[in-house]
């Protein structure tokens, strides 16, 4: 099983149907949507009125159920999905998963309510969850110059302030890939990476 997260960032990318089409043949993989556009609002919303940061993170989370629903509506094969049992379920039919964080995400006292914590952290959070054998975080951002560790990631702000400390709770391969190379996704899954790089965490 992979995790793929689909960052909010391909809300109106040229490459978002590309990935959907990629993702709803693929096997065994859940997709985490992003929040994109509908989370920015939220960050405009709470800079404008300034309610508590818990509020926040509900309404990002909800943020990452519009986009998810979305990429429902553009895709067949794709199916909401809420809990692990709900995700599994929809695996066993030969579907495309894509994970509706909210309920699940509040009732969990250990993720902290943060804008450090944003889908990043979540896709590495459920990685863990759900016992998946990789995760893939899938950006608009070219690779060519990146730095392969996560702390530096962070520091260029291309994964969340969050998320090292999630991933290094996991014992899974993390790669990252270029919304531009949504073509060579199967190569990956294959063992392929020339498309993908590692992230050393």
């Known amino acids: 099983m992979w995790v793929v997260k689909l960052g909010g960032s391909l809300a109106y990318s040229e490459h978002l149907r590309g990935w959907l089409s990629v993702l709803a043949d693929a096997p065994a993989v859940v997709i985490v949507p992003g929040g994109g556009p509908f989370a920015d609002q939220v960050r405009q919303a709470q800079a404008r009125w300034r309610f508590d940061e818990s509020s926040a993170h509900h309404m990002a989370l909800l943020a990452m159920q519009q986009f998810g629903t979305m990429l429902c509506a553009l895709q067949s094969g794709l199916t909401a999905a809420t809990t692990p049992e709900e995700l599994n379920a929809v695996l066993q039919r030969g579907g495309t998963p894509v994970w509706m964080p909210a309920s699940m995400v509040m009732a969990e006292s250990v993720i902290a309510h943060s804008w450090e914590v944003t889908s990043d952290s979540l896709a590495a959070w459920l990685s863990g969850q759900l016992g998946a054998d990789a995760l893939l975080l899938v950006k608009s951002v ?45 190569g990956t899954l294959n063992g392929t990476m020339d498309a993908a790089m590692q992230i050393a965490y």
């Open 142 to 186: 070219p690779l060519d110059g990146l730095h392969s560790n996560v702390d530096m990631l962070m520091e260029q702000r291309i994964v969340d302030a969050g998320i090292a400390g999630y991933l290094r709770a996991l014992d899974i391969p993390v790669w990252l890939m270029s919304a531009r190379d949504f073509a060579r996704f199967g």
